[in-house]
């Protein structure tokens, strides 16, 4: 008996628009798509893709959840993804901390690490 | 320029718990630990990983992002997982949905779907 990492589900209020942002950040393709969820990912086998879902209720506490990207060079990834539309965010992080906090469009913070290959480094 | 997904972040009261709870329901191990993190994967190279971080503030309200797992036999991964300290969860999900909502030891809500192989199943 087993279970696999499947999808991170996002509550989402502008569905398309989210979709469309954290596609151009991982550099990755809509799947599916229809009123009631957009499925990303990098292809269709790559597990796990993100599922984005309509919600009523605003963000309002700091997510229990977050993503860590790790970037091939952080500051320009930091720079190119405010350009798409992230934004700064305090959380307590202090300031000799080796990554930035972001939110997406729509406040979900997500932090950008340094560069690392495994999940030792 | 790239970023790629490298874990999911979730805050945490007892880490170590947590961190022994998603290991046994994903087969993972626990790849570092010390008093600022656990990270937990398949191994080291498979990305993304579960980051167990500690924070001080208490689960207020239905977390924005949730993990849904794919299983080979839902009713007996859910009964497992049960079985693991989970329990089923209340979400406004309805009794017609193809999925089962449990919530992990500290809440965190989460998805046992149907047995899926791909994003578009």
């Known amino acids: 008996m087993a ?3 499947y999808q991170l589900v996002v509550d989402a209020h502008d569905l398309p628009a989210l979709a469309r942002f954290w596609c151009q950040v991982l550099d990755w393709q809509v799947l599916f798509e229809d009123e009631h969820e957009i499925v990303i990912g990098a292809d269709a086998r790559a597990l796990p893709g993100i599922c984005f879902v309509p919600v009523g209720e605003r ?3 700091k997510n229990r959840l977050h993503i860590d990207l790790s970037p ?6 930091v720079e190119r993804i405010l350009g798409l539309g992230a934004s700064l965010a305090e959380v307590g992080q202090g300031e000799d901390v080796t990554w930035t906090v972001l939110a997406d469009p729509e406040g979900n913070e997500f932090c950008v690490l340094r560069p690392k290959k495994t999940l030792l480094d």
């Open 59 to 61: 963000k309002t506490v």
């Open 3 to 5: 279970v696999s990492l």
């Open 72 to 77: 091939d060079d952080r500051e320009a990834e």
